[in-house]
């Protein structure tokens, strides 16, 4: 098993541009997760998708899409890219309630927006 | 809301060294409480987790007791190496519906030899 993969794992953009951050998980997990890390504060919730065809804001949604493409796949979108998205970004997924409530995350997306 | 509280960093020990990173939270209901570790360039992984109050969890040589009397969960681990050396997030999961996990600062861990 991959586990959770992400890409890209490196991407540098211009204010104003746009992108697509993918992720998948291959464990069948229910839930997928969306979060921002910045340095000195931790990982923040951008958005999740607590079941196939449902999302909802996290903490930091201003800024961000997400599409839950099917049960495997939940993208990141950023519209308008601006410097203060200039973060890593983190993919997560977890399993069905009741298999314990750890997430497992992907390696990361180092974002740079000039 | 739901908080977690950790020790800051950054921690510099030598190697063999007794290590304790403390982490409260604040809570409604019965939470359950994880440690993450991320090493350099990674992403994070589970290091261990409690589910209820009173479990201990305990992997790779650390540990750490939920203790719902000083709403507290610190990690310690009783030698460290240098392979260690990586940050460490304490983090509460909501026993809600959404089951999202809050997470602490992260505390910067350096172990020299």
């Known amino acids: 098993n991959a586990g959770v993969t992400q890409t890209p794992k490196f991407q540098v953009l211009k204010t104003g541009q746009s992108m697509t951050l993918q992720c998948a998980q291959d464990?069948?997990?229910?839930?997928m997760y969306w979060y921002r890390q910045d340095p000195g504060m931790g990982l923040r919730l951008i958005y999740y998708s607590a079941s196939e065809g449902t999302t909802d804001k996290g903490e930091v949604p201003n800024g961000y899409n997400v599409s839950r493409l099917n049960k495997r796949e939940f993208s990141l979108r950023l519209e308008s890219a601006a410097p203060s998205q200039t973060s890593v970004y983190f993919c997560?997924?977890?399993?069905?309630?009741?298999?314990?409530?750890?997430?497992?995350f992907g390696p990361g997306t180092r974002l740079t927006v000039t | 809301g739901n908080s977690v509280t950790q020790m800051e960093g950054p921690v510099t020990l030598s190697e063999e060294a007794f290590l304790t990173i403390n982490c409260t939270y604040t809570a409604t209901g019965y939470p359950s409480l994880f440690w993450y570790v991320q090493y350099p360039g990674e992403g994070l992984q589970l290091l261990l987790k409690a589910t209820k109050a009173d479990d201990k969890g305990s992997n790779k040589g650390f540990e750490a007791t939920y203790r719902k009397e000083t709403t507290s969960f610190h990690l310690e681990k009783g030698s460290v190496q240098v392979s260690d050396s990586a940050v460490y997030f304490c983090a509460l999961g909501d026993s809600g519906s959404a089951r999202q996990l809050t997470f602490g600062s992260g505390t910067q861990l350096t172990v020299l030899p």
């Open positions: 464990m069948n997990h229910n839930s």
């Open positions: 997560a997924s977890q399993g069905f309630p009741g298999q314990g409530d750890e997430q497992y």
